[in-house]
């Protein structure tokens, strides 16, 4: 197999995996601040608590596979987005410090402290992760060079944060079935109820989403009228949307959050397909000498791609191994033990 095309396809997946697993934990985060009670948020804090770190080595196997195999792209993507990725990591950093440090101390103050860093570095770095798709789809402006040539705000564009926004409501969405499917009680009937008020925004925000690209970026439609299979993803990702209120209304949570999962895979796979063969796709492409990062022009060399495939094929086999033990292990509902 062509070894660029297939660093395109192990990205694809290492992204795929991150957006389903963190997703949910991401999305507890977003759903936090409707917990009522001290014990309730400490009941969604723990539900996540012995899976998000596990989760986050999916996204640090991405950004070194980035790197390793296409790292002209890694460059320009790191400089262009330089601020927005500071924050993410900020945002990342108080989010685990958020879980650890809750409970550290017995004040009422301190808790409702890290309870608001907890859902809001939840919510930017969601905001964020969209931000950065919207403007993967959308393109930057580059120079001959592969440089970013643009500011901050450059990225701030409508399209970007209207795709950011609808990321913000699709971790909801998933985070309140993983709620739903953790917790017991009230609690449980809480999240249940924000099941349906989070896919309802998501819906609206995904239909616009829809329109949007399919009316001002031209870039994401070739690839889809020369690959017919891309069809099938596109059916599938409407079936698991649609699925999600079936399934919430005949209470088979089980299958609604696997719905939520592959609605994710899915929207991934998607913006894999509208990409390719580009990484960084230039807006400006064709002015001058400028033009898009590819999977060809922006790779490392052969024999390095090589090596890191069958480094690859050892180590994701152990990551996906590592991820079944731990979601096995602390299977069932979560408590306030802890607290």
Known sequence: MDLNFLWFLLLGALLAGYAVLDGFDLGVGILHPLARTDEERRIAVNSIGPLWDGNEVWLVTFGGALFAAFPEAYATIFEAFYTAFMLLLFCLIFRAVSIEFRGKVHSRRWRRLWDLAFFASSFTATLLFGIAIGNGLSGIPLNERGEYTGTLLDLLKPYPLLVGAMTVAMFAVHGALFLHLKTAGRLQRLFEKWIWHAWGLYLVLWIFVT?????????AKPNFEHAPWAAGIVVLNVLAIANIPRAAFSKQMGQAFLSSCTMIACQVVLVGVALYPNLVTASNAGQGQVESLTIRNAASSNSTLQIMAIIALIGIPLVIAYTVIVYWTF?????????
Do not use: E, Q, V
């Open 331 to 339: 299977r069932g509902k979560a408590s306030a033990d802890g607290y």
């Open 211 to 219: 329109i949007a690209t399919l009316m001002f970026i031209p870039n």
